[in-house]
């Protein structure tokens, strides 16, 4: 039978030595989270992995990402993205890594990428345009449209095998921009190459184990129902 998972601080649920999830109460152990976390790290990132920590955002349990994979931990970039302060850090930390001056329009894909995006896009202080999907394809809504040639900047939250984002260049370049750049504030698969035909940057790296459904131990050990904690339910 598998272990027990665990959560990485006190102020993660503020529950004490228990962390909640949808299906149970789990213990968990000091620290044991870093375990995932790459090596070399600088201080920007364990200021990120910081406020995530804060916000109650490193959750526990038995995920269905957005991908369809399944996890042991998820970090809901929301509860983070819903405070102000953090938000327009994290979209200025971000947008430090381009110059205004490449940049045409930022996009991001919905919902997950829209608050980061708008704060990119602040920073930058340049036009935000979104995709979202219709009848499960993602698409450009709501009189949206680039200039042909533009330059867009695609920015999400949080990347996994990058589904999401690849859709949205997919959708920028059939509607004439050209997408240079993807910024993300986290990356939970760092160790996933080739996701991406143009270059990536993110804030924070965790390496966040995740199974296909047939392969997924949780399952197998029927410890915990899978819940599905984002914006979309999996294709």
Known sequence: MMG?????????CGLG?????????????????????ATGKDMNEQKMLAIYEDAGALLTGHFILSSGRHSPRYL??????????????????????????????????????LIIGHE?????????????????????????????????????????TGGSVCECIAVVREHGGVPFQVLAVVDRAPDMTERFDVPHRTLLQLTVPSYAPDE?????EDILPAVKPGSRHPA
């Not at 983070?80 to 996009?107: K, N, Q």
């Open 4 to 12: 027990e998972f665990y959560a990485p601080l006190s102020s993660v």
């Open 76 to 113: 809901q970039s929301a509860l983070v993205l819903m405070h102000p302060a953090h938000s327009e850090a994290l979209g200025r930390e971000l947008a430090a890594s381009v110059s205004a001056e490449d940049v045409d329009v930022v996009v991001a894909p919905a919902l997950g990428g």
């Open 120 to 160: 990119v896009a602040r920073a930058l202080n340049k036009p935000l345009v979104f995709t979202e999907r219709k009848e499960g394809e993602m698409s450009l809504r709501r009189g949206f449209s680039f200039e042909k040639g533009a330059r867009v900047l695609v920015v999400e939250d949080v990347i996994t």
């Open 216 to 220: 997924c131990p949780l399952c197998r």
């Open 17 to 37: 030595d228990y962390c909640y999830t949808p299906a149970k109460f789990i213990k968990r152990s000091l620290g044991l989270f870093y375990l995932g976390l």
